[in-house]
């Protein structure tokens, strides 16, 4: 299969990368990133296009997306799948849908779970929206891209999943921060905490899987100074794409709109931009020692 890859930064290249490894001819381009390694470099996102059976995109947003989609669209062939991996809002991700669909194309949206050393091990997982032809023709590749693929719906529904998902995200690395801190107040020892936690009712994702505490638990970006991983302006990104969400369908999301107010001010007021998303932990802490 030809592949065109769009977006070659922390998540894309990697992605792009495992494409090419087990065999399969991808073109790629990046407005600033270089291609790595087995991507065929191309000029423009409209070069990559017209070549190719599958255009996946890796951008930052639902605006980049809308104006790359605006690009590409016109040069694929009849047939050819667009697929777009970011994490945009439901409405970014219907409109290039259906811009798709009316020039005779596939389209999926299709984001991801499992951060940058998923993409770089191929153990992502995808949530997909789209119709079952479309999602047929892509699952080869999400199998080298990823450990799991679940076709959610109709195209939206990849998001509705993702940013669903991620509001548990950030409502629970919250939850995990502060009571490592409210620990540290009342004098419990954290690895003690981490040994509790981690095998009792508390237990999450980030917890287990990304502990916050620096040299607790498995290794998480706390152990590298915070640098991200996932930072914190990408987390406020989806919690506002969750509260966005919220508002337009009416759902009642107290927990999602107080996690994204307090990530709003961690990185606008508190220092918290380029920091991964873990940094809550010294955030409170440094809270509770004033
Ligand atoms: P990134 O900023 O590292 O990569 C985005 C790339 O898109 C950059 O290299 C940028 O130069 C390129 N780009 C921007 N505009 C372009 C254009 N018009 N044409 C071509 N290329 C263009 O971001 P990332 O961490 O790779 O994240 C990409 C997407 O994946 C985001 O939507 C993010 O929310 C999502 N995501 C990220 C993670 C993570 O852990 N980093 C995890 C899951 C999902």
Known sequence: MKIGF???????????????????????FDTAAPVPDGVTAVNSAADVADKADVVITMLPNGKILRMVAEQIIPAMQQGAVLCDCSTVDVDSARAVAQQATAAGLGSLDAPVSGGIGGAQGGTLTFMVGGSDADFATVQPLFDIMGQKAVHCGDVGSGQSAK?????????????????????????LDRQKMFDVVSTSSGYSWSMNAYCPAPGVGPKSPADNDYTPGFAAELMLKDLNLSQDAASSSGADTPMGAL?????????????????????????????NRK
């Open 6 to 28: 769009i977006g070659l930064g922390n998540m894309g290249a990697p992605m792009a990368a495992n494409l090419a490894a087990a065999g399969h001819e991808v073109l790629g």
């Open 259 to 287: 996690a994204r107010e307090l990530y709003r001010t961690f990185v606008e007021d508190e220092g918290g931009r380029g920091r991964d998303f873990s940094a809550m932990l010294p955030r409170f802490t440094e809270k």
């Open 163 to 187: 940013i669903c998902n991620n509001m548990i995200l950030g409502v629970t690395m919250i939850a995990t921060c502060e009571a490592f801190a409210l620990a540290d107040q009342l004098g």
